[in-house]
């Protein structure tokens, strides 16, 4: 008779994609992935060889530059079990688009739809993936939520985030009008069109300060920048955060775009 392996199992491998932003700007919210993971029972690495997803250079037509930016993504990643990123945005770069950038390209195909299937947004992942429903954080006030284009849209990301930030201690969430409209950032579209973009963004705050909420989550960087320094040049006192850092317990510092209160 075979004897009962006993051994517990492997926890999954996941490879933290930081993002540019994340890494440039609020490093907190990497602090904060790497945490949530861990506490979801992950093994989490962050690769040293990863750079942008190429967002960028594939909005603006440079397919050359994003397919050399998604191979060194695909090479950096590859060993482990799931990539995850805190951003609806990168991951879908890498989920939606990078099978398209190398179609008919045999291993290169291959290899990026092998990328694409594992990858995840941190919270999709953690709700979907690891089967987590509740977080040990604390939040002291209302919030409202903004459902970033990319992560709703592309990934299906709505009603996770608000499962978990239900969560969460003394948090109260209260829904904006037109929550899952676009804050006017999407990428290169602020700086091609920024009229339009500064239109779209003064409705998102206009519908933000009507909520009443005191802080504004959401789960992408470059929409939460935009929406805080639009707040900011309007005198609001609304704290502006990634998801992340709520739901890990670590918002005590200060909030996006401000010095310490």
């Known amino acids: 008779m075979k004897p009962l392996d006993t051994r517990a199992p492997k ?3 996941v490879g933290l994609f930081v993002t540019c932003l994340v890494d440039l700007f609020r490093p907190t919210v990497g602090f ?6 861990e506490e979801a029972g992950c093994e989490v690495d962050v690769p040293m060889a990863q750079t942008c997803c190429g967002q960028p250079a594939y909005n603006s037509g440079d397919r050359a530059d994003t397919i050399a930016i998604a191979k060194n993504t695909i090479e950096a990643f590859e060993e482990y079990d799931y990539v995850v990123a805190p951003s609806g945005s990168c991951a879908g770069m890498l989920k939606k688009h990078y099978p398209g950038l ?11 739809k092998a990328l694409a299937e594992k ?6 992942f953690l ?3 690891m089967g987590v429903s509740a977080v040990k954080a604390a939040h002291d006030g209302t919030v409202t939520y903004h459902d970033s284009c990319s992560g709703l849209r592309e990934l299906g990301i709505a009603e996770q985030p608000r499962r978990l930030l239900a969560s969460v201690s003394g ?11 676009c804050c006017g950032f999407g990428g290169t579209f602020c700086v091609k069109y920024p009229d ?16 009443g909420a005191d802080t504004l989550l959401a789960g992408d ?31 005590d510092g200060p909030a996006i775009g401000r010095g310490k209160d």
């Open 171 to 181: 948090l109260k969430l209260v829904e904006m009008h037109d929550a899952d409209v």
């Open 119 to 124: 990858t995840y947004e941190l919270v999709s």
């Open 11 to 13: 926890p999954p491998r």
């Open 196 to 211: 339009i973009s500064n239109k779209i963004v003064e409705e998102k705050t206009a519908n933000i300060a009507a909520s």
């Open 127 to 129: 709700v979907d993936v």
């Open 102 to 112: 190398f179609a008919g390209e045999g291993m290169w195909e291959a290899r990026a």
């Open 221 to 251: 960087l470059g929409c939460l920048m935009n929406m805080a320094g639009k707040l900011q040049r309007q005198g609001s006192a609304v704290k502006v955060r990634h998801v992340a850092e709520v739901l890990a317990g670590m918002d």
């Open 32 to 37: 904060a992935s790497v945490k949530l993971l």
